[in-house]
């Protein structure tokens, strides 16, 4: 079974694709414009054990809004369509992760209900991107997925551990979510998802 995703979006603001290989090795190669959403994408998949390759550029002289919250939408469509009708998967998983002083928790449901749960106060800038953005990129992370996401930092106080611990846990519990079940059909009672 190809557990495999590509998606290309082009905008005015933005332009981006993104492939995805859910039965690869956590290699990663990103390259937005943006060092610190690259350094995020790349813990993702990574500590998600799959391969990602995510590339593109946006309208940064004027935000780096669009460009953060258009890779949430790749990300999301490209792992999305690699689950294809979600059959035989896990669908729930829970993760923390620590960095350093900063300890977070992300909760998962991929039943195809977008909703995020977003509990972390970052605030002011790491490196050069407005830490506030961050929260667009998980929102629409959480829509193009179809996932309900709950995101808590239990403890920090560094910004980039802060925000780093967030996106290891992510991954840790998209790889748990993600992985096979050893069960036949939609992982629900009601015997499909949505």
Request: proline share 3%; aromatic share 6%; net charge positive.
């Amino acid at each position: 079974m190809s557990r495999r995703g590509r998606i290309t979006r082009k905008s005015r603001e933005t332009q981006l694709s993104a492939r995805v290989d859910l039965e690869g090795r956590g290699r990663a190669e990103v390259s937005t414009g943006l060092a610190f959403v690259d350094h995020m994408l790349e813990q993702v998949a990574r500590y998600g054990g799959f391969d990602l390759r995510l590339r593109g550029a946006g309208d940064v002289q004027v935000d780096p809004h669009h460009l953060v919250e258009d890779a949430g939408i790749v990300l999301g469509e490209a792992l999305s369509q690699a689950l294809g009708d979600r059959d035989g998967i896990a669908r729930f998983a829970s993760a923390y992760a620590p960095l350093d002083e900063s300890l977070a928790r992300v909760v998962i449901d991929l039943g195809r209900r977008p909703f995020l749960s977003y509990n972390v106060p970052l605030r002011g800038r790491i490196g050069t991107l407005e830490s506030e953005v961050v929260e667009e990129f998980w929102r629409a992370l959480s829509i193009h997925l179809g996932a309900t996401i709950h995101v808590d930092l239990v403890r920090g106080r560094n910004r980039h551990h802060m925000a780093e611990a967030t996106f290891k846990a992510l991954g840790l519990a998209l790889r748990a979510a993600m992985a096979p079940s050893g069960a036949a059909g939609a992982p629900s009672s009601k015997g499909l998802l949505g």
